[in-house]
């Protein structure tokens, strides 16, 4: 079994990512861990929790990143898997303020457990998650990160992925920043997927 990078070692990875790379629409797997046996029951997935951190966002950015570790924390039990991108590459750095420190727990407690991915090729992290998740194994599928928008939100163009290979079973955080328009639930429309704002 391989063993579990440390989380100076994914930020690590992360940074080398957003330094060498000028394309963001890349994707790697940094992290994925050699399963035995069974599945968990549910699944928690979060999708580029470095956009909920970053400084002027909003207002309300603390209340969704201390919702959203709450969440997690709920939820410690289960498989995890993040998807990150280059505004994740300081996150653990301490250089962001706006950082909620249950938000960085939550998450390097799910590392610690978990597969780790980067980049904002939507398109290809789908298709990794529903080859690789044994999504139709799953009771529930818990969605989490950025953002929600409808019409090009980068966690509503995963969660139709998602809800495409294992229907029904996904449950949505509370805690999901939707700044460009109407958040995407399951089962509503989702036109072709825009720019992953960042």
């Excluded at 080859?131 to 990160?145: C, K, V």
């Excluded at 029904?168 to 999901?176: D, K, M, T, Y």
């Excluded at 700044?179 to 704002?197: I, R």
Aim: glycine share 10%.
């Amino acid at each position: 079994m391989p063993s579990m990078p440390t989380a100076r070692e994914i930020h690590s990875r992360l940074r080398a990512i957003d330094r060498a790379s000028d394309d963001s629409a890349e994707f790697h797997v940094l992290h994925d861990p050699v399963r035995n046996g069974e599945p968990s029951p549910d699944l928690v997935i979060v999708i580029h929790p470095g956009d909920l951190v970053e400084p002027g966002f909003d207002r309300g950015a603390l209340a969704r990143q201390k919702g959203l570790a709450a969440e997690l924390a709920a939820r410690s039990g289960q498989d995890f898997l993040v998807l990150h991108r280059n505004s994740c590459s300081q996150f653990g750095t301490g250089r962001l303020p706006s950082v909620h420190p249950a938000l960085k727990k939550a998450l390097q407690d799910g590392w610690k457990r978990g597969v780790i991915l980067h980049g904002d090729d939507l398109e290809a992290a789908s298709a990794w998650i529903v080859s690789h998740m044994a999504l139709d194994r799953r009771r529930e599928i818990f969605l989490g990160g950025a953002y929600g928008d409808a019409e090009d939100g980068c966690l509503a163009f995963v969660g139709k992925a998602i809800e495409a290979a294992a229907p029904g079973r996904i449950v949505l955080s509370a805690h999901i920043p939707c700044p460009g328009g109407d958040p995407w639930t399951p089962g509503s429309a989702l036109t072709e997927p825009g720019p992953c704002e960042p």
